[in-house]
């Protein structure tokens, strides 16, 4: 099956810095790829995904990029604000497949 | 408000008594599944359910049971809890994956703890 690994697991930028994560899949044919923020105490919310037919897209601060040939995505925040601390879980499917695969988080601090 | 809604946060309770954690979802998703989380192991599939009567393992199932009788709930069920399954549990519903995607809306979580 689909695996996702993430790196690094955990990233501590400076407030106003740029923030990147990166995800690896190994499925070829995985085509849809989200990204989730979990605050404390919440569960996951989706805040970005991006399909295999899109090779970046953006909404306000955050952006996710796709390389299908090397396997990878990132997500990336630009201008980080204290309220982007929290864990960011990358996941991947495949089309027709009825499951998601997580990675395994990672844990964003942003220093004031 | 559209919502997962999962009950109780949180349960606190002895090896081997049956316990219940419910979830109820107002969007009329078919999709629905259970995962835990655990410290450096994120977020593992435990079931899911593409529809009423439909469920199938995920990759963590031992232990575990669900039913799904009608389209808005999905209750999990561990009929003899063991200390190894003290974790934080989360309830999500979509509208299924069969097209390549689709969002999955999580629940604020379950915190189990099994003595």
């Known amino acids: 099956g689909e695996n996702v690994e993430q790196h690094p697991s955990t990233l501590s930028v400076q407030e106003g810095d740029s923030a990147v994560i990166k995800c690896t899949y190994s499925?070829?044919?995985?085509?849809?790829f989200p990204w989730y923020k979990q605050e404390l105490g919440k569960g996951p919310q989706l805040i970005i995904d991006?399909?295999?037919?899109?090779g970046e897209k953006k909404d306000q601060r955050i952006a996710v990029t796709l390389n299908k040939t090397a396997k990878h995505f990132s997500l990336h925040i630009t201008e980080t604000q204290p309220e982007d601390s929290a864990v960011y879980f990358c996941?991947?499917?495949?089309?027709?497949?009825?499951?998601?695969?997580f990675g395994k988080g990672n844990q964003v601090v942003v220093i004031p | 408000e559209a919502q997962v809604t999962q009950n109780p946060r949180y349960l606190i309770t002895v090896t081997g008594k049956k316990l219940t954690v419910t979830c109820s979802q107002n969007?009329?998703?078919?999709?629905m599944s259970w995962y835990r989380q655990d410290p450096g192991l994120g977020l593992r599939q435990i079931y899911y359910?593409?529809?009423?009567?439909?469920?199938d393992k995920g990759d963590v199932p031992e232990g575990y049971k669900v039913s799904r009788k009608e389209k808005r709930n999905f209750p999990l069920i561990l009929e003899s809890p063991s200390p190894n399954q003290t974790s934080l549990y989360f309830c999500?519903?979509?509208f299924g994956y069969g097209q390549g995607g689709s969002p999955l809306h999580f629940g604020n979580g379950t915190r189990l703890t099994v003595t």
């Open positions: 999500a519903s979509s």
């Open positions: 969007m009329n998703h078919e999709y």
């Open positions: 996941a991947a499917s495949t089309y027709g497949n009825n499951r998601l695969a």
């Open positions: 359910s593409m529809n009423v009567e439909v469920t």
């Open positions: 499925d070829s044919a995985s085509n849809y």
């Open positions: 991006i399909r295999s037919n899109v």
